[in-house]
């Protein structure tokens, strides 16, 4: 079993965080929404969700626009008020592709039938059409969770959900997953601790080629700082990760060299073709300049609002790029499931794409090519 925990960030649903029309002058331009003018809760919400017709974009760049966030309930200006190459929902609706010629490989029935994964996150709407028949939700509620944080949606997890496994958006669209829903109530860290604990006695239920293979994490459990929520987080974590070994299970940090050395996020503005790694470039955050790129950024994943809406996200952090490789890991385990964590990332690092500019980007297809080659 692998499990992939990397930093990412979350902002609880129903808070009021956007760009608020009201606050805006009716000539918009790029110092509205870049730098120190904006905050990052803001930022995650972008224009989802309100009204913008009145505004005037066309001294907006799209290289501003690429990083925003929108969703079908936008309400934009006529087109003779946005700029040029900016086309809201032919945005929305090509972000909704993992790209690099991953529906290829679906076409070709790799598309992680059989694999049973999990994600540990917040509460999420388990009936969106992008998950709802491949999800079993099991809410991760604790003493110290009171009743009105127990159900509390976050766009966060259902953001994991859909990039990992969703029907039109997931790198891995056929695997079944476990959904252990985190209460949104501050103690991340030991909430992962119980949801840990769940799954021990879940996979003990399962036959043995249904057991879960792969839980995504988008979050740091490496922090000594857990040790403030409650108790000694920190140190009852590690026992539990004792314990995962014990049960061949391995846990995979960001910050363990055997795993970060490898990944870092990046992306394919809208605008270009998705499918061409030459397209890609680094998140915007990224420091290392030799890592592997995985897509983060300028993606549409499901959203919460209904059974069928959709947000587009200019950004996504480390949080979108975690369920990606782990979507990556369940296509692989579908060819060869005796396959362990540093053999799939050795072959994500043998096939990566290099760009003249001597760039990384993961490779999807010559990586299945090398992950056949292991079951001759």
Not at 10 to 33: A, H
Not at 38 to 64: E, T, W
Not at 202 to 215: A, H, Q
Request: charged residues 25%; aromatic residues 12%; proline residues 5%.
């Amino acid at each position: 079993m692998l499990i992939l925990l990397l930093p990412g960030f979350g902002i609880t649903k129903g808070q009021d965080y956007g760009y608020k029309p009201e606050k805006l002058p009716e000539i918009l331009n790029d110092s509205l929404f870049s730098g120190t003018a904006i905050n990052m809760a803001d930022k995650i919400y972008g224009f989802s969700g309100r009204n913008y017709s009145r505004f005037d974009f066309r001294n907006v760049s799209v290289d501003i626009l690429k990083y925003q966030a929108f969703d079908i309930h936008t309400k934009w200006p006529d087109e003779g008020k946005l700029p040029e190459y900016f086309n809201p929902s032919d945005w929305l609706e090509k972000g909704k592709n993992p790209g690099l010629n991953i529906n290829k490989l679906h076409r070709d029935g790799i598309t992680g039938k059989g694999i049973s994964v999990a994600i540990f996150d917040k509460p999420i709407n388990k009936n969106h059409k992008e998950i709802k028949d491949k999800i079993v939700y099991i809410p991760v509620d604790s003493r110290y969770t009171k009743e009105f944080q127990k159900n509390r949606i976050h766009f966060h997890g259902i953001g994991c959900a859909s990039i990992l496994c969703g029907g039109t958006t997931g790198v891995a669209p056929d695997v079944k997953l476990y959904y252990f829903a985190v209460a949104d109530d501050a103690n991340n860290s030991y909430n992962y601790c119980l949801a840990l604990e769940k799954l021990f006695i879940i996979n003990d239920t399962l036959p043995e080629n249904r057991k879960i293979k792969i839980v995504s994490i988008s979050d740091n459990t490496q922090s000594k700082n857990w040790s403030s929520e409650i108790g000694d987080t920190y140190n009852h974590w590690k026992e539990l990760e004792q314990e995962a070994k014990k049960r061949n299970i391995s846990i995979i940090y960001s910050s363990l060299e055997s795993a970060h050395k490898y990944f870092t996020g990046g992306g394919c503005p809208p605008f270009k073709n998705k499918e061409l790694p030459d397209n890609y470039d680094y998140s915007t955050w990224v420091k290392s300049k030799r890592k592997i790129i995985l897509p983060a950024d300028f993606r549409t994943t499901a959203d919460n609002e209904t059974d069928s809406t959709f947000t587009y996200h200019g950004e996504g952090g480390f949080s979108w790029a975690i369920p990606y490789l782990a979507g990556l890991a369940a296509l692989s385990l579908q060819i060869n499931p005796d396959l362990e964590i540093e053999e799939i990332y050795k072959y994500l690092d043998e096939s990566k794409y290099i760009k003249a500019d001597g760039k990384y980007i993961v490779n999807p297809a010559k990586f299945i090519e090398l992950i056949k080659k292991t079951t001759k």
